[in-house]
């Protein structure tokens, strides 16, 4: 089992940046992969970002270039820094930590508005 927690989410007004944190404990040695997804109110949850054990990343294309996921394998930890944020990246936020199970955080609400 895998247990994830987010940090807090917020309002930001647009051209903001927030970073999201999600701490993993459990069976942290059965994780391949961590990401960040969100959904959007009447939307299907999405992908937002990927990182892998070794580090290699992949972005959702609304994000590219102002989203920028990273972890902290010491302290088993992944983060999401979101930058130049737009109204459209209203959603709520969930962490994902993949390995042979899929484990879920319990999300945090990221709110873009002036």
């Known amino acids: 089992q895998v247990q994830l927690v987010e940090s807090w989410g917020g309002l930001v007004p647009p051209g903001g940046s927030l970073r999201l944190s999600c701490a993993a404990s459990?069976?942290?040695?059965?994780?391949?992969?961590m990401g960040w997804y969100r959904q959007a109110p009447g939307k299907q949850r999405e992908l937002v970002a990927l990182?892998?054990?070794?580090?290699?990343?992949n972005y959702a294309d609304p994000v590219k270039g102002r989203f920028a996921i990273s972890r902290d394998n010491a302290k088993n930890t992944v983060y999401l820094q979101m930058n130049s944020l737009k109204p459209e990246d209203t959603a709520v936020y969930y962490c994902?930590?993949?390995?042979?199970?899929?484990?879920w955080g319990q999300g945090t609400q990221v709110t873009v508005s002036s």
């Open positions: 994902k930590a993949t390995g042979a199970f899929g484990y």
């Open positions: 459990g069976s942290i040695s059965s994780i391949n992969a």
């Open positions: 990182i892998s054990r070794s580090g290699s990343t």
